[in-house]
Nanobody, 113 residues
Framework: QVQLVESGGGSVQTGGSLRLSCAAS?????MAWFRQPPGKGREWVAT???????NYAVSMEGRFTIPRDNAKNTLYLQMNSLKPEDTATYYC??????????WGQGTQVTVSS
């Protein structure tokens, strides 16, 4: 079983930056970031493979990147040029691992105008 611990959320003004971290216990496979804005469903942000390939949702591409440090088993979400509509709870996910996915506890990001 993979355990994920997220950190780095907080409050920032429009145009600011934040970096979220997701530490995975002993896992360097496929990982992804999702977010859930207030009152809305969870949406995919980006995915990183174990070899470094990345994919981004269109609305985040160019502002968000997901660097990875496999030595630390950590995936990051670097968010730049933040907008109020980026306000959400951000989750990382590991998998699929033998058909299952594992989720972090979520971290809140609030962007004020």
């Amino acid at each position: 079983q993979v355990q994920l611990v997220e950190s780095g959320g907080g409050s920032v003004q429009t145009g600011g930056s934040l970096r979220l971290s997701c530490a995975a216990s002993g896992y360097t496979g496929i990982m992804a970031w999702f977010r859930q804005p207030p009152g809305k469903g969870r949406e995919w942000v980006a995915t990183a493979s174990g070899t470094g390939a990345t994919n981004y949702a269109v609305s985040m591409e160019g502002r968000f990147t997901i660097p990875r440090d496999n030595a630390k088993n950590t995936l990051y979400l670097q968010m730049n040029s933040l907008k109020p509509e980026d306000t959400a709870t951000y989750y990382c996910r590991a998998g699929p691992i033998r058909g299952s996915y594992y989720w972090g506890q979520g971290t809140q990001v609030t962007v004020s105008s």
